[in-house]
């Protein structure tokens, strides 16, 4: 089982609950988060969208209509009317064998309700998701995370990543709190590959990578450790997946089971 050094530690496979433990419960709900408490993830994962009146809360797609009963683009809903909806059936009906009657009740959780419910007994993947489209994200994040003492000199190393496709929000980030260990996400089209100044231009902010796993290769993987990366592929839930991934050098994985992962991580 895994060695109890950093969470940052190159050493370490680290068990990243996708949305919760969305495999179990509706993604994106405090019943998704403490199921993956429950299943001791290392990290609850955290995407997040801004209300019309710009509140975080958590939730992957830019509209409310997947992961509802309702629809409409988040930015042109307040937070009452967020708040309002119905953040479960829709799982219930999707995955009838996972359903529970008590997943009708859950809402939408604003990021600080996330934070005061686990507060510093949990760690925290955080992605900011089309940050261009709300210049006001970074701040308010780093706003939420000081407040609740969730960054700075005296926090553990990895108490909170920061993750983001857009490479400008993670230099936000790293300019105005530095102490952030961040992940640049790359989703490869095809086989993965990266330029060696690709690399140092990554290195110079951030402390890895997350890929799409289907890209990735043996090779890629070993290069990436060799260059001091962390790598954590997205979103890998087939224990043979986890197995090989494992095999080849990633250092934490995505997954909506955290449970298989720890079964796979004992097993090995
Ligand atoms: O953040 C890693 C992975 O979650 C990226 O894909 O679309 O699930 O946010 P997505
Ligand atoms: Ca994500």
């Known amino acids: 089982s895994a060695a109890k050094t950093g969470l940052l530690s190159p050493n370490r496979i680290l068990n990243i609950a996708h949305r919760g433990a969305s495999g179990y419960a509706p993604e994106h709900t405090l019943a998704s988060y403490q199921k993956a408490k429950e299943l001791d993830g290392d990290y609850l994962e955290i995407d997040l969208q801004m209300t ?9 797609d830019e509209d409310v209509s997947r992961t509802t009963n309702s629809d409409g683009k988040v930015s042109d809903l307040s937070l009452d009317a967020i708040e309002a909806l119905d953040a479960g059936t829709w799982f219930n009906d999707e995955y009838p064998y996972q359903a529970e009657s ?36 970074v701040d308010t994040l780093l706003r ?15 108490k909170v990543i920061i993750q983001s496709f857009s490479k400008n929000s993670l230099l936000e980030v790293h300019q105005k709190e530095p102490s952030i260990p961040l992940i640049q996400l790359i989703h490869f089209r095809k086989k993965a590959m990266l330029t060696d100044p690709e690399v140092d231009e990554i290195k110079s902010y951030a402390v890895g990578i997350g890929a799409n796993y289907e890209s990735l290769s043996k090779e ?3 290069e990436l450790r060799n260059d001091g990366l962390l790598i954590h592929p997205y979103t890998v839930n087939e224990p043979a997946d986890m197995k090989r991934l494992i095999d080849w050098g990633v ?6 089971y955290p449970d298989r992962l720890h079964d796979v991580v004992d097993g090995m």
């Not at 686990?118 to 900011?128: D, K, L, Q």
Request: aromatic share 8%; net charge negative.
């Open 52 to 60: 019309k009146d710009c509140t975080l809360v958590a939730m992957h």
């Open 220 to 222: 890629f993987v070993g």
């Open 144 to 158: 939420i995370l000081q407040k609740h003492h969730l960054v700075g000199e005296d926090v553990p190393s990895g």
């Open 251 to 256: 250092t934490g994985i995505f997954t909506n």
């Open 102 to 137: 008590a997943f009708s009740q859950l809402t939408v959780p604003t990021l600080e309700e996330v934070i005061d419910t686990f507060g510093s007994e949990v760690n925290y993947y955080i992605e900011t998701k089309t940050p261009s489209e709300e210049p006001a994200m």
